[in-house]
């Protein structure tokens, strides 16, 4: 289970997992399909299929002799509630490894900030933005110790750290060989970029002076 957390690269992630989605199975894994496999396939920022875990009229193949993948931020805050966590053990046992991306701290709060201005609609500037800024450092060490209390297997890996070679360093976790997977075309790929200083100036004017809207 990949839970994110946001602004770790889970686009870039999912996009390679919706492309691969048969060379991961030919590797024992299943991606199940969703419909945001239509963006993600494209490169375009996606939600991943991570609501099919949490749907509970979703069912495994138990018969399969086979790993299944799942990927979504939202997952994370979900498994940050022991009652999530007991529910999700309860369900499909506690074979289950969970991977998470973490972020140095600066750099995530910068990258927050231009989502915030970027996609969010937001006018405060970046000290500003200090006030509703909410990191996920919590939430990473509740679940970390909720994984260790029902003896589930939990990585952790920094995506300051891995950043450009994200992809590699996400199927190392799960055992496989890098050189089965035409790694190098998809992480040349930038999902949801950030944006220049300029860019993020005039889009804060735009957010301040029109009104939001669908077509915008």
């Known amino acids: 289970i990949h839970i994110g957390y946001g602004k770790t690269g889970s686009s870039a992630l999912q996009s ?11 590797n024992n894994i299943i991606y199940p399909d ?14 991943g299929n991570g609501s099919m875990l949490i749907d509970k009229t979703f069912e495994i193949d138990s018969k399969k002799s086979c790993h299944y993948l799942f990927s979504s931020e939202h997952l994370g805050g979900v498994l940050k509630s022991e009652e999530n966590f007991i529910e999700l053990i309860t369900r499909f046992g506690n074979d289950i490894a969970i991977i998470c991306y ?12 231009g989502q915030y201005i970027k996609r969010g609609g937001g006018t405060k ?24 209390k029902f003896k589930i297997k939990f990585y952790v890996r920094n995506y300051s750290r891995h ?54």
């Open 102 to 113: 973490c972020r140095d701290l600066f750099e995530h709060y910068i990258s927050t900030w």
């Open 163 to 216: 950043k450009s070679s994200l992809v590699n360093s996400f199927l190392e976790v799960l055992n496989l060989d890098v050189s089965e997977f035409d790694v190098s075309s998809d992480e040349r790929q930038v999902v949801n970029r950030s944006l220049t200083i300029s860019e993020y100036t005039l889009q804060t004017l735009f957010n301040k002076y029109f009104e939001r809207s669908e077509e915008r």
């Open 125 to 148: 500037n970046i000290n500003e933005y200090s006030s509703i800024y909410g990191g996920f450092y919590k939430d990473v060490l509740n679940c970390l110790q909720l994984a260790e």
């Open 34 to 47: 969703h419909q945001s496999f239509l963006l993600a396939k494209k490169g375009w920022v996606s939600s």
């Open 16 to 26: 390679f997992f919706a492309k691969h989605k048969d060379q991961l199975k030919e």
